[in-house]
């Protein structure tokens, strides 16, 4: 697939939508918020928004729990404010990406309303039930990812059903070929509706061990964990047959043109890079969050680098993400002064990034009081920091009462910053990180050296962490200074360089001598100027 292919020099932009814009005055982010904000996608200068689920859903997981695949749920719009969206984003050179869901649904579906009714229905296969133990007890030991047993008795019937987060979301059988034709003709309608790709939820998840045989213990296990973890998820995840139905859904995108399969997996690189498929024929992106949870560190970031670099198979394709809607904000990990230096971090690797809503205004740790708890997680595992409410919380678009998000009361409350930190006072600062994120990205664009061009580590002493972009006759360093001290570096081969963009300001178009010296917490881009360059 040619490097000029839009998902590979492009850049994603994730919504979560309960969370981006309100229109109705409900308190909740809906369709026709998003469509008001699609002229600040092309403004910033991104090339595809992910939008999360959008289904029909009862909101026991805040629409991780789906009734219905192929309609909207009221509290977003219509089907008809969706075609809406997708046209308007199409003519302003945008993608849309949909979130695919096809581990689970809710228990509301019809599909699973049939299936727990009778041993005998035609679709009791289409989930996984199991009898119980001689004692009474659950099939094995797997763990729900909310905590508890995974397994949920049902009286009507006399079996336990899997569900591998809440139990309102029973787990689909992926092995029965009924199961795989109807989520394929989900996927159908609504490529047929122009969505540009896919981002599948927990698509490591879709298989489970034929046997359901009990997950070994997890020796390194610790209290203050989520109680997932005191297993080693061997037997409920990763399965070797997941590759075929990867494979699958990948041959239902290539009947479309142009589209993008992204796969969400939380698994070391080595496997996470299996996601490619035999041949590449698998996920076009195996999401890569390593990032999120790699030390902040210069050493430690650039092993990362250089071990992903090496894994990934011929052809395939990189990408990177520091933040989503599961993990704590990037500014919440590494504080504001280093928010800056990762933004250039993030837009300057090889490979496709991913932006998360929010961070390009630099919203850090957000405190949700506990009479405004929302998410099921923190509710079944109270007190351990797994609640994902901070990282939802609305956006920040203007001064004025709750951001700008809406009129009403919003569903989480807003970061005690946004009367200051917002979209359209950071819009007229030429120093905010929203502009640095704007001029990044132009680089970006401009120079297919930092989206395209191979990538040559330079060093990663200390707090430096730097690293050369090279295309055709185009060779950029980039550095960055992971710390609070200031640091030299000698630039390689004893080239000479401008300064194109710092993370601070007034540096650009400095120029560098053999040496550059780097500021506390600041990164740079430098066009280097060498005797010899080749692609």
């Known amino acids: 697939m040619p490097e000029t292919t839009w998902w590979k020099h492009g850049i994603v932009y994730q919504i979560y939508p309960r969370s981006f814009q309100d229109s109705n005055g409900d308190g909740i982010g809906d369709l026709k918020g998003i469509c008001q904000r699609l002229d600040y996608f092309t403004w910033l200068g991104v090339d595809a928004i ?4 959008i289904y029909n859903s009862p909101m026991a997981d805040f629409g991780y729990d789906v009734a219905d695949y192929c309609g909207i ?10 075609d809406h969206l997708v046209g308007e984003a199409h003519a302003k050179g945008l993608k849309v990406i949909l979130d695919f869901v096809p581990n689970h649904t809710s228990d509301r579906h019809p599909w699973f309303q049939e299936s727990r009714s009778s041993r005998n229905t035609p679709k009791r296969d289409w989930y996984i039930w199991r ?11 797997w763990i729900s990812n909310f905590g508890g047993s995974a397994w949920e008795w049902a009286d009507a019937t006399g079996q336990y059903y899997y569900h591998a987060f809440l139990r309102e979301q029973p787990d689909l059988n992926w092995r029965n070929p009924e199961v795989r034709t109807a989520m394929y003709d989900v ?25 359901f045989r009990d997950n070994p213990p997890n020796l390194a296990y610790q209290p203050t964990q989520a109680e997932i973890n005191r297993f080693l998820q061997v037997y409920s995840a990763d399965q070797p047959e997941v590759h075929e139905v990867v494979s699958d859904m990948r041959r239902v995108l290539e009947e479309y043109p142009e589209r993008v399969l992204i796969g969400e997996i939380y698994l070391p690189l080595e496997r996470l890079v299996s996601y490619y ?7 076009h992106l195996p999401f890569n969050f390593q990032l999120i949870h790699t030390a902040w560190n210069a050493r430690e970031i650039a092993a990362l680098i250089d071990e992903y670099e090496a894994v990934l198979p011929e052809g395939g394709w990189p990408n990177w993400v520091l933040g989503n809607h599961d993990q704590p904000r990037i500014g919440a990990r590494v504080g504001p002064p280093q928010t800056r230096v990762a933004a250039m971090l993030l837009l300057t690797l090889r490979g496709t990034p991913t932006m998360y809503y929010g961070d390009e205004i630099g919203i850090g740790k957000v405190e949700i009081p506990p009479e405004a708890v929302q998410d099921p997680w923190e509710k079944t595992e109270p007190g351990l920091g797994l609640g994902r409410d901070p990282e939802r919380t609305p956006m920040h678009w203007d001064g004025s009462a709750n951001g700008g ?4 009361r919003p569903w989480l409350p807003l970061d005690s910053t946004f009367a200051s930190r917002n979209v359209e006072g950071l819009q007229n600062d030429p120093t905010s990180i929203l502009m640095l994120y704007r001029r ?10 930092l989206s395209i061009g191979r990538y040559t580590p330079v060093t990663a002493e200390g707090d430096v962490l730097a690293y050369e972009r090279q295309h055709g006759m185009e060779c950029f360093l980039v550095a960055l200074n992971l710390g609070s001290q200031p640091h030299t570096l000698s630039l ?3 080239a000479r360089g401008r300064v194109l963009l710092s993370t601070l300001q007034g540096r650009s178009e400095d120029m560098t001598g053999t040496q550059v010296n780097l500021g506390p917490d600041e990164g740079l881009i430098i066009s280097l100027e060498k005797n010899e360059l080749s692609g």
């Open 405 to 408: 998000f809406t009129s009403g």
């Open 50 to 53: 992910w939008i999360s689920p």
């Open 492 to 494: 390689p081969d004893g």
């Open 277 to 283: 498929g035999q041949d590449l024929a698998g996920a």
């Open 131 to 141: 009898d119980p133990t001689p004692d009474g007890g659950p099939p094995n030991n």
């Open 187 to 211: 996927l159908r309608f609504w490529l047929d509706r122009g969505v540009d790709g896919f981002r599948v939820d927990v698509i490591w998840h879709l298989i489970k061990d034929e046997h």
């Open 440 to 449: 990044l990205i132009a680089l970006r664009r401009k120079h297919l050296a």
């Open 73 to 82: 749920d009221p509290i977003f719009g219509t089907l008809d404010d969706f």
